[in-house]
């Protein structure tokens, strides 16, 4: 029960490494919110993590819904303690000219803005209570990139960047702030990352740069965040914390 009566806000938590998250959080004891726009598929896994899990439709880009998450969280569990930035989104893998500025627009909307959103909407928070833990998926495109993927991995690298000076100016009130980086992952993104058809031929391309020769799982990532998370790593901040299979090596 490493996180027991913590309070958290997981974005993205309809799916993926958000879900994971959500339910290895509530395992650790931590009450959890769940924000996404799918908020159907939100009140499911929120079901699965018990009674103390709330379901909250939100869009990460847009402030006033970050505002009322943050809100409505503080209002159910009467306070909040760590938040985990993990909602995101890609253009599909090619040509960087084939993506349009709706699309760019979209990718820096979800990935980087969102982060701005809920650190004002949570700082303040956090600076009265003297603690908080903010954890911002980012990802090893931020750090290795990959080609085609241009757009995309110039956000994730504002997300690392970006996580590494939170963690700079927030230390002195007891926020923490670190960046997880998976390498590709089994998600709903993974065809937009690769570019082509999830077949067993087309993921060994991508499995050959990966030492330990697989893609990351909803698992790995949901791990790593409950110890980034815990008082086990009370002394870390400011890292980009590669979940890769050394890749980035």
Same mark, same amino acid.
């Given at each position: 029960?490493r996180?027991?009566?913590?309070?958290?806000?997981?974005? /993205?938590?309809?799916?993926?490494?958000? @879900?994971?998250?959500a339910?290895?959080?509530?395992? =650790?004891? %931590?009450?959890?919110?769940l924000?996404?726009?799918?908020?159907?598929?939100?009140?499911?896994? %929120?079901?699965? !993590?018990?009674?103390? %899990?709330? $379901?909250?439709r !939100?869009?990460?880009?847009?402030?006033?819904?970050?505002? @009322?998450?943050?809100r409505?969280?503080?209002?159910?569990?009467?306070g909040?303690?760590?938040?985990?930035?993990?909602?995101?989104?890609?253009?599909?893998? /090619?040509?960087?000219?084939?993506?349009?500025?709706?699309?760019?627009?979209k990718?820096?909307?979800i990935?980087?803005?969102?982060?701005?959103?809920?650190t004002?909407? +949570?700082?303040?928070?956090?600076?009265k209570?003297?603690?908080?833990?903010?954890?911002?998926?980012?990802?090893?495109? /931020?750090?290795?990139?990959? #080609?085609?993927?241009?757009w995309?991995?110039?956000?994730k690298? $504002?997300?690392?960047?970006?996580?590494?000076s939170?963690?700079v100016?927030?230390?002195?009130?007891?926020?923490?702030?670190?960046?997880i !980086? #998976? +390498?590709?992952?089994?998600?709903?993104?993974?065809e937009?990352?690769?570019?082509? #058809?999830?077949t #067993?031929?087309?993921?060994?391309?991508?499995?050959?740069?990966?030492?330990?020769?697989?893609?990351?799982?909803?698992?790995?990532?949901?791990?790593?965040? +409950?110890?980034?998370?815990?008082?086990?790593? =009370?002394?870390?901040?400011?890292?980009?914390?590669?979940?890769?299979?050394?890749r980035? +090596?």
């Amino acid at each position: 029960m490493r996180l027991k009566n913590r309070v958290a806000i997981v974005t /993205g938590a309809a799916s993926g490494f958000g @879900a994971e998250i959500a339910r290895q959080f509530a395992l =650790e004891g %931590a009450k959890v919110a769940l924000a996404d726009v799918n908020e159907a598929g939100a009140q499911k896994v %929120a079901a699965e !993590c018990g009674d103390e %899990a709330i $379901a909250v439709r !939100c869009d990460v880009s847009r402030r006033d819904d970050v505002d @009322a998450l943050v809100r409505r969280t503080v209002d159910r569990f009467g306070g909040l303690d760590i938040v985990v930035n993990n909602a995101g989104w890609t253009h599909k893998n /090619g040509p960087l000219l084939d993506v349009d500025e709706a699309t760019f627009d979209k990718v820096y909307a979800i990935n980087v803005k969102s982060i701005f959103h809920m650190t004002h909407a +949570v700082v303040p928070l956090m600076r009265k209570q003297k603690h908080g833990v903010i954890l911002n998926v980012g990802s090893t495109a /931020g750090i290795r990139p990959r #080609p085609g993927l241009t757009w995309y991995n110039s956000s994730k690298g $504002a997300v690392n960047l970006m996580s590494k000076s939170l963690a700079v100016e927030l230390g002195p009130d007891n926020i923490r702030v670190n960046a997880i !980086c #998976p +390498v590709m992952g089994e998600t709903g993104l993974l065809e937009s990352f690769m570019g082509m #058809p999830d077949t #067993p031929e087309n993921r060994k391309k991508f499995l050959a740069t990966i030492p330990l020769g697989r893609l990351s799982r909803p698992i790995d990532i949901a791990r790593a965040a +409950v110890y980034l998370a815990s008082d086990e790593a =009370e002394f870390i901040s400011g890292v980009e914390f590669p979940v890769d299979g050394a890749r980035t +090596v």
